[in-house]
Every structure is written in structure tokens, then in C-alpha cells.
């Protein structure tokens, strides 16, 4: 480095390597965003499957979060590579298209981008290896929908949705209690699904957790708990056949917009304010018992002349509720949020059959519980678990058996998992290969063998031997001409996943399988890296 002026005696500092900087072009360009993709999807790859290991990640602020669910661990890492936020951006989109499957996403597309590297070294043109990835992808996707299975469900039957749920969370920390799991997660969704529209909305399943109890203790409430318990400690603490008033308006005096002062100098003068503010409080609880309210759930609080009025006339309230939980109340009660008590009307009342205080451990935490509601289209999953963390993992999982019994309403295909559709779409595409006389057909078989690659990850985080367990199956496949065959992972003894019950739902291994070609034909097709400095 040197220092020098310019013209108007500024001075700058000349850097004297700068001319021995190159910019990655080219080949060089392409290996290296190969190499950062490669990079992530290894980070991913020992959370592959139902032994796979799970991360524990720290935020800058000392959070700790351990997950294995791959959008969650790729959302919290600090990248800043721009090629490893494509991966990223990737695991995203499958989780919000899909919900599940999120960390096979990038390890396949990590398999494919290998497999890429080795092509580009025999010199075969990026473009060609590209082109060569959606034909394989185009005929994977159709061997797919040929080996796919539809089974029927209904409310009565619903174990095909339970196994395939039971199969997602195999992979998480909660799988010692997959079974209760995934039959709450079922339960849930076909309480607010469509049947008729093959249509769930998702938003109205709540799920709560508070530290405590056990992981069993989890449960499927038929309305909404809230956080919060009566305002005043002799309220009743259970109430049958509640009328609920939901309101966004304080239980208090108007108050004027301007500034204001009001000089008191005599006893009566203080009495005569008094008697008018208590004839406000007793205006707008009459107000409400009038209409039939046996309970009010308020947005906003009241002060302890409000609460003891309240309590005296045998009104039960509860205050400090949020905008959300107010609406989620509106919706499972079938009452309206009322804003002003000129408004209240008793049809405008939410009903609900039963609602109660419920007390937890030696703590001094408590819960509302309504339940039995007019429209039993919002439910609530209450999550218990040893510590935070725990809970916030098992979020995370019901969030993902949520979306696998989603898909399967909306389109009930299934593929059997451990595997079993990666390695017959391998065949199928290796087999296909022959039949394209240009050199895309190298291509073609690349993909297969990064298809394998998953199964083969399958196998190294079980603890079995990859490449013998691999060929072990793929052969039993071509043998008997079937492709239920896939990894033993759970040691069962045997190999068939249709025998275990391992399902996967078809749209999320189809979308796995686009969305990982799209991001890798984009990678490959880069061949210059340009920062701000180069400008």
C-alpha cells in the first residue's frame, strides 16, 4: 500500500495488489458456487430420516433452538454466501408449499450439484447438464404418479391419515409419541377442513404450549384456550352454557378529548364525581347483564372498581385478551366483537357449552379453557413438554403433520418412504437414459445416481452400510418388479414399506424433486460473480 494526494491535497491510499485481483469466471465460477451449495446441503444431510441427528443452534442474542427440521435450521444459520441463501430460499418454499420435506429438498439438490461437478470436469457444457436435469425431472415426476397409491378416508376412518402423519414425526425428538401425535393432528385438521372443497385453513388450529407436565399430557381442545384467568380471584371458576360478550371497549369513564381540569374543593363535590363514575361502571354492567351476558371477555382492562362492580353483580370477566385470541373467540363462539356497549345486542352474543379456569403444577399458572362451541371449527392443540425448547420443537413437528394431513385432504396419492420412491425413480430414469442420443442422456444418469444418494444418506444415519444396503434393495426392486422396497431404518426386518406403514404424500416428493432441479439448472447456469466492488 502507498499513500497519495490528489489534485486537492485529499489523501488516498493506493492498494498495490489490486490489479493481481480476478474476478471467478466461467468454469472456475460455476465450481465454486457448486461448492457452496454442497456445503449446505452436508450440514443437512445427518438429519435425513427417522435416526437422523439433530442440530443445536445459538442465535446472536444466546437463544438456544435444537431442531432437525431443515427450513428451521437453514432459517436461523447466518449465510452469507448468496448461492448457499438459494438452498435456503429452496428449503423455504418447500416448506411453505408443502410443510414436510424440507430437509430431503437440499440434500437432493446438494446430490444433483455433485453429481454436476463431475459432468463439468469431463467437460460437458452446463447448459447440456442443465437440459439433461428436466428431462430426468420430467420422468421421474411421471414414474411418480404411476407408482403412487390413492386410499379413501372419512371422518370415521381415519388411521391412512394417522400413518402417514405417524411417518413424519418418526424423524423428530417427539417420536416415542407419534401415535397420540398424529391422531391429534388428524383430529384437528378434519375439524376445520372442507371435505366437500377439499380445502383446510390451517389458521384456525391454535397451538399453544406451556412449560410443564409431560409430552403425553398433550392434548386437542374442541375451541380456544387462552392465556389468561378470571380478573377477580372469587369469579366462578366454571361456567355451563355461557353467553359471551366480546368487546373492544375499556370498562371506564368516557374521557374527553381535549386537556381538562376539574378543581374539587368541597366533600360534595368529590362525592357527586364519585357517584357519576360509579354510575358509568354500573351502566355498562347492567348494559351487559341486560342483554344476557354470563361472561365478558374484554381487549382492554378495568380498574378495581369495575372488577369488584363486576364481581358483586355475579359477572365473570376476563381482561387484557389479544386482538388474535379475541377473533379466534369470535369465530369458535359464532358471537361478534362488539366496540362500543351501545352496540351490544344479545345476538351478537358467543356461546359456548362449557368455559373453565384450569390450574397447572405448583405454579400459580392458569388457563382459560371455552369449549363445546356453537361453531367447532377452531380447535386449539395445548402442548406440554419438560422445557422451552421442547416445546417449540413439538410446534414444529405438529406444524408439520398439520400440512401432511393437509395435502393428503386436498390430494389423498401416496408413495411409500424409507427411500422406496427415490430408488424406483432412479431405475426408471437410468432406464429411460438410453433412449436420448445426445449428451443430455449423461445427465439423465447422474440424476439417477443422485436420487440413490438420498436413500444412501438414509442409510449411513440409521448406521447401516450404505453402498450394500443400497444395492441389497435396489435389486430386490428389480427382481420382484415392485417398489415398495426401501431402507430398513427402524430395523424392523424387513424391507417392504408398505409391511411398516411408511407413507409420504405424492405432491410433496414431486415438489421436492421440481423445486430441487429448478434451484440446481439456476446454479449451474451461473458462470460470472459479480460484487459491488468490481463496479
Known amino acids: 500500500m502507498a499513500l497519495a494526494f490528489d489534485e486537492y491535497g485529499r489523501p488516498f491510499i493506493i492498494v498495490k495488489e489490486q490489479e493481481q485481483k480476478t474476478r471467478l469466471r466461467g468454469i472456475e465460477a460455476q465450481k465454486a458456487n457448486i461448492s457452496a451449495g454442497k456445503a449446505v446441503a452436508r450440514i443437512l444431510r445427518t438429519s435425513l430420516g427417522p435416526k437422523g441427528m439433530d442440530k443445536m443452534l445459538q442465535s446472536p442474542d444466546g437463544d438456544v433452538t435444537i431442531t432437525n427440521d431443515g427450513a428451521t435450521i437453514l432459517e436461523q444459520m447466518d449465510v452469507d454466501n448468496q448461492i448457499a441463501k438459494l438452498m435456503v430460499e429452496l428449503s423455504r418454499s418447500q416448506d411453505y408449499e408443502i410443510g414436510d420435506g424440507t430437509t430431503g429438498v437440499v440434500v437432493m439438490a446438494g446430490a444433483l450439484l455433485e453429481q454436476a461437478e463431475r459432468l463439468l470436469e469431463r467437460g460437458i457444457h452446463p447448459i447440456r447438464i442443465a437440459e439433461g436435469y428436466e428431462m430426468a425431472s420430467r420422468i421421474a415426476v411421471e414414474h411418480l404418479d404411476h407408482i403412487a397409491q390413492k386410499f379413501d378416508f372419512g371422518p370415521t376412518n381415519i388411521e391412512p391419515l394417522v400413518q402417514t402423519c405417524m411417518t413424519t414425526l418418526s424423524s423428530k425428538i ?7 401425535l398424529a391422531e391429534i393432528a388428524v383430529k384437528a385438521v378434519l375439524s376445520v377442513a ?17 412449560v410443564g407436565g409431560k409430552l403425553e399430557d398433550t392434548e386437542l381442545v374442541y375451541g380456544i384456550t387462552v392465556d389468561k384467568d378470571m380478573s377477580h380471584p372469587q369469579m366462578p371458576k366454571k361456567i355451563e352454557d355461557a353467553k359471551i360478550a366480546i368487546l373492544t371497549c375499556p370498562f371506564e369513564p368516557p374521557k374527553p378529548k381535549t386537556k381538562h381540569k376539574v378543581d374539587i374543593d368541597t366533600v360534595e363535590k368529590f362525592q357527586t364525581l364519585r357517584q357519576q363514575e360509579q354510575k358509568y361502571f354500573d351502566d355498562m354492567v347492567q348494559k351487559c347483564k341486560d342483554v344476557g351476558a354470563t361472561l365478558v371477555i374484554c381487549q382492554w382492562g378495568f380498574d ?5 362492580l363486576l364481581m358483586h353483580r355475579n359477572l365473570p ?27 351490544l345486542t344479545p345476538e351478537k352474543l358467543g356461546r359456548a357449552g362449557l368455559v373453565r379456569e384450569k390450574s397447572f403444577g405448583t405454579t400459580k399458572d392458569k388457563m382459560l379453557y371455552i369449549e363445546h362451541c356453537a361453531n367447532s371449527r377452531a380447535v386449539t392443540i395445548f402442548i406440554r413438554g419438560g422445557n422451552k425448547m421442547m416445546i417449540e420443537e413439538t410446534k414444529r413437528s405438529i406444524h408439520d403433520a398439520l400440512c401432511v394431513a393437509r395435502n393428503l385432504i386436498r390430494n389423498n396419492s401416496i408413495v411409500y418412504g424409507g427411500g422406496s420412491a427415490e430408488i424406483s425413480c432412479s431405475i426408471a430414469v437410468e432406464a429411460a437414459a438410453d433412449k436420448y442420443p445426445g449428451v443430455e442422456q449423461y445427465a439423465i444418469r447422474a440424476f439417477a445416481d443422485a436420487l440413490d444418494s438420498v436413500s444412501i444418506a438414509l442409510a449411513e444415519n440409521s448406521g447401516l452400510q450404505p453402498i450394500e444396503t443400497l444395492s441389497a434393495v435396489k435389486s430386490q426392486q428389480i427382481k420382484e418388479n415392485n417398489p415398495h422396497f426401501g431402507i430398513d431404518c427402524n430395523d424392523v426386518g424387513t424391507n417392504d414399506m408398505r409391511e411398516q406403514n411408511v407413507f409420504e404424500t405424492l405432491i410433496g416428493k414431486q415438489q421436492q424433486i421440481l423445486l430441487a432441479t429448478q434451484v440446481v439448472k439456476m446454479i449451474l447456469k451461473i458462470d460470472d460473480v459479480i460484487s459491488p466492488s468490481d463496479y
Open 194 to 210: 372442507d371435505l366437500e372443497r377439499k380445502d383446510v385453513n390451517l389458521d384456525l388450529i391454535k397451538v399453544e404450549g406451556k
Open 174 to 180: 417427539v417420536n416415542r409419541c407419534k401415535r397420540p
Open 304 to 308: 378495581d372498581e369495575a372488577n369488584h
Open 317 to 343: 370477566a376476563v381482561r387484557w385478551v389479544g386482538g388474535v385470541e379475541l377473533e379466534l373467540i369470535a369465530i369458535a363462539t359464532g358471537g361478534r366483537i362488539v366496540p362500543r356497549f351501545q352496540e
